[in-house]
Each structure stands twice: as C-alpha cells, then as structure tokens.
C-alpha cells in the first residue's frame, strides 16, 4: 500500500499569549488527551490524541534567537494568538500577532479572545480591571490589523464553552487541508472569487452594417 509522505508530516500547532491568557487550557479543550513530552526555556511541548500533531506552548521568558530557529525546524500550519477579555491594552496581543507572521509566515493565525464569562462592566480591584464592550471592540479590532491580519476571530470562554466548538472545527479543517494541499474554505464553490466583468465592453448587436451605429453599440 503507497502511503503519501505528506500524511506523516509531524505538525505543531502553536499558542502564543501572555501569561495566564488561558493557552493550555484552550490546547487541552481543543485535543482531548494532551500531555507535556517536552519542555525548554522556550517551548512546551504537548501530545495529543490526533496523529502526528503537537501542541508547542511558548513559555513567558523565551529567546527570541533561540525560538525561531525551533520553530523553523518545525511545520506549523496554525498559530493560536491567546487575547484575554481583561486585558486593557492591545499592544501585547499586536505584538504575538507579529511574532506569528514573522516566525510563521505559512500558518494561518486565530485570534482567540479567551475568558468571556467575566463581567465587562465590573471593576474588582485597580490590578484586575475589564474593559467595557465598546472599549475591548476596539482593542480587538486594532489586534486583528496588525501585520497582514488574522484569518480568523474566535471568543472562547473555558467555562461556558463557548467559541470551542468553532475554533476546533476550524483546527481541524485548517491542519487537514495542509496534510492533503488542498483547501476547503471554497468547498462548494460558494467562496470561489470570479473575474471581475468589464463594464464598458461593446455588445454589438448582429444585422447592422453600419460601422459605429450608437444604437447597435453599448459602452
């Protein structure tokens, strides 16, 4: 039996965030059965229950030099970007958007907005503090520009459940799609992006032997 040497390609996905954004969380929601086989000062590495696929964590005091030749050495097609619900400015999650593109300029990347049961109009101490909704819009909004964007926009909440069920489908068809090379997002033909018609292309109409008639041709 021919086995294709794509389908044996050991892929990572990879989670960057902050501290505490809830990134094991979101891995261990995503693929049941995870468990750490590997740590560094960089990475932690996770096993799941999907065949040839890691979960890398990048840990808080990582070496900028020393993880992006690891992550060269590795096949990512996806990067998770961890944004909590109670953080107040945008500049860290603009900054692991960047961090994605540049170390994994192949990947798609998410942005998930983690911890959504907590109640954005709710001040409970000067260090936790939750931004209003039309105010976190905004941070998000500002997240998703950087660089050449996010693919995708996820709100997640580990006690709710909520986003879970999207994000992993979205895992899911996006590591499959780089297993087999082909690509889903047109599946039915739905997204399939036509040419765009001239609008000043001349119709002549048959029957006229006059050359230039205005009433035989449209502009």
Not at 32 to 56: A, F, I, M, P, W
Not at 85 to 95: A, F, G, L, N, V
Not at 196 to 215: E, I, L, M, Y
Request: with cysteine; net charge positive; aromatic share 8%.
């Amino acid at each position: 039996m021919y086995i294709n040497p794509i389908n044996e390609t050991m892929l990572s996905l990879l989670l960057l965030g902050c501290q505490g954004s809830g990134k094991t969380t979101l891995a261990r929601r995503i693929f049941q059965g995870c468990y750490e086989t590997e740590r560094d000062k960089d990475l932690v590495e996770y096993s799941t229950n999907v065949h040839n696929t890691l979960v890398s964590i990048v840990n808080p005091g990582f070496d900028r030099l020393s993880l992006g030749q690891k992550l060269a050495r590795k096949t990512v097609p996806v990067v998770i970007v961890t944004m909590p619900r109670d953080q107040e400015s945008t500049e860290p999650s603009q900054k692991w958007v960047q961090m994605a593109r540049e170390f994994c300029p192949g990947a798609k990347v998410a942005l998930a907005v983690t911890k959504n049961d907590l109640n954005p109009n709710t001040k409970r101490s000067s260090s936790d503090y939750t931004l209003q909704e039309h105010l976190f819009d905004g941070v998000v909004y500002d997240a998703m520009q950087v660089a050449e964007g996010v693919d995708r926009l996820f709100y997640t909440s580990n006690t709710t459940g909520q986003g879970m069920t999207g994000i992993k489908a979205w895992v899911q068809d996006t590591t499959l799609a780089h297993r087999t090379g082909n690509d889903y997002s047109s599946f039915g033909g739905l997204n399939v992006v036509k040419g765009k018609k001239n609008r000043f292309r001349k119709k002549t109409r048959g029957g006229c032997s006059v050359d230039g008639c205005d009433s035989c041709t449209l502009q």
